[in-house]
């Protein structure tokens, strides 16, 4: 089974930074694309930013020049730096990745999510 923990999130007054951490466990032969998402009240989720194995990344225009997003292949983590923080950017941020089990390729695994607030 694996897992994708996240850490990090809080409440934020408007400019100001958080970091997400985002760890996968569990029993798997490799981690590929890593992602996070985030779903506002009322809301679809969305894609934030996206990140290869290879550190090509990608950002949702809402959040591109504010946050960014990084991986450690060794210890099967990303990261989301969010600089800047608006209201706006209040949400469930959720973790995402492509992972390869032994039993099972290209699995899509989600973490549970971890809150945002970003207010005065």
């Known amino acids: 089974q694996v897992r994708l923990v996240e850490s990090g999130g809080g409440l934020v007054q408007p400019g100001g930074s958080l970091r997400l951490s985002c760890a996968a466990s569990?029993?798997?032969?490799?981690?590929?694309?890593m992602s996070w998402y985030r779903q506002a009240p009322g809301k679809q989720r969305e894609l934030v930013a996206t990140?290869?194995?290879?550190?090509?990344?990608n950002y949702a225009d809402s959040v591109k020049g504010r946050f960014a997003i990084s991986r450690d292949n060794t210890n099967n983590t990303v990261y989301l730096q969010m600089n800047s923080l608006k209201p706006e950017d209040t949400a469930v941020y959720y973790c995402?990745?492509?992972?390869?089990?032994?039993?099972?390729?290209?699995?899509?695994?989600w973490g549970k999510g971890t809150l945002v607030t970003v207010s005065p």
């Open positions: 995402n990745a492509d992972v390869d089990t032994l039993e099972n390729a290209g699995m899509d695994i």
């Open positions: 990140i290869t194995r290879t550190d090509v990344a």
């Open positions: 569990g029993s798997f032969v490799r981690v590929y694309g």
